[in-house]
C-alpha cells in the first residue's frame, strides 16, 4: 500500500481564494483525521470520519472550512473564502477500528500558504 | 490546554548518547502513543503502550508509563543523527472516541 496520499503537496493562493485540498486513506481504514499544524497552535485536529461519517467537527475553526467524504477511498477539507491566517501545513490520518486505537497513519501534508 | 506536554522542548545531544523526553498528561488515559515528525515530514508511530503497560521496547526505544504519575517517557538508546526529528506523545481517552491528543513535541537534535 502507498500510504495515506495527499495532494496537492504545496498550494500558494491569494486571500479570497477557494482552496481544496485532499486525500486519499489507506485502503481497508475505517477512520479517516485531518489535522493543521502551525508552529503557534501546534497539532490540531479538526475533524474525523467513521465509515465515511462525520463524527467529530468540534475542531473545524469556523465555517469556511468544510469537509467531506464521499466514499471510503477519498475526502476533501475546503477553504472558502482562504484566509492568510490559514497558512499551515494539513494533515489527513487514517486508522483501523477506534475502540481498540492503534497507530494512526499520516500522509506527507499539503503545506498551504494564503497571500 | 493540551492533554500531554513534552519536556523539554528541545534536546541536543550527540551522536551515540541517549535521549530521554517526558510526556505529563492531566486525565485517565486508554493508551499513550509516540510519533516522530522529520522535518517537512508527516508524522509516523513509534510506539503505543496501553494503560495496564509499564514499559514496552522496540528497537532502540524504551517507552514507559507511571499512571499514577500521569506520565510517560521515552528513551532512545544510542542516537544517529538520522533520530533528528520532532516528538509527539499522543494520549487516547476513555470519553475521546478514538481522538489523539497531541502535545507540543520534543525537538531532538543528534550531531554527529
Known amino acids: 500500500d502507498a500510504g495515506v496520499i495527499q495532494s496537492p503537496r504545496h498550494e500558494v493562493t491569494e486571500m479570497g481564494q477557494e482552496v481544496t485540498l485532499r486525500c486519499k486513506p489507506i485502503?481497508?481504514?475505517?477512520?479517516l483525521f485531518w489535522y493543521r499544524q502551525t508552529m503557534m497552535r501546534g497539532l490540531e485536529l479538526l475533524i474525523y470520519?467513521?465509515?465515511?461519517?462525520?463524527?467529530?467537527d468540534s475542531g473545524m475553526p469556523e465555517d469556511r472550512f468544510s469537509a467531506k467524504m464521499p466514499n471510503a477511498s477519498f475526502s476533501t477539507l475546503k477553504i472558502q473564502p482562504s484566509e492568510p491566517r490559514d497558512s499551515a501545513v494539513y494533515f489527513c490520518?487514517?486508522?483501523?477500528?477506534?475502540?481498540?486505537?492503534?497507530?494512526?497513519?499520516f500522509g506527507p501534508g499539503t503545506r498551504l500558504t494564503v497571500l | 490546554s493540551q492533554q500531554g506536554e513534552e519536556d523539554p522542548q528541545a534536546l541536543s545531544i550527540q551522536e551515540g548518547e541517549n535521549a530521554t523526553m517526558n510526556c505529563s498528561y492531566k486525565?485517565?488515559?486508554?493508551?499513550l502513543q509516540w510519533y516522530r515528525q522529520n522535518s517537512g515530514r508527516g508524522l509516523v508511530h513509534l510506539i503505543l503502550?496501553?494503560?495496564?503497560?509499564r514499559e514496552k521496547h522496540s528497537g532502540r526505544l524504551r517507552v514507559t508509563l507511571d499512571t499514577s504519575k500521569k506520565s510517560s517517557s521515552l528513551l532512545i538508546t544510542a542516537s544517529r543523527a538520522a533520530d533528528t526529528a520532532s516528538y509527539f506523545c499522543?494520549?487516547?481517552?476513555?470519553?475521546?472516541?478514538?481522538?489523539?491528543?497531541f502535545g507540543a513535541g520534543t525537538q531532538v537534535v543528534v550531531t554527529p
Open positions: 490520518a487514517s486508522s483501523f477500528g477506534v475502540l481498540t486505537i492503534g497507530e494512526q497513519f
Open positions: 486525565t485517565s488515559i486508554n493508551n
Open positions: 499522543a494520549t487516547v481517552t476513555p470519553d475521546s472516541w478514538g481522538k489523539l491528543q
Open positions: 485502503s481497508g481504514h475505517d477512520y
Open positions: 503502550i496501553r494503560s495496564n503497560e
Open positions: 470520519f467513521n465509515n465515511n461519517v462525520p463524527i467529530d
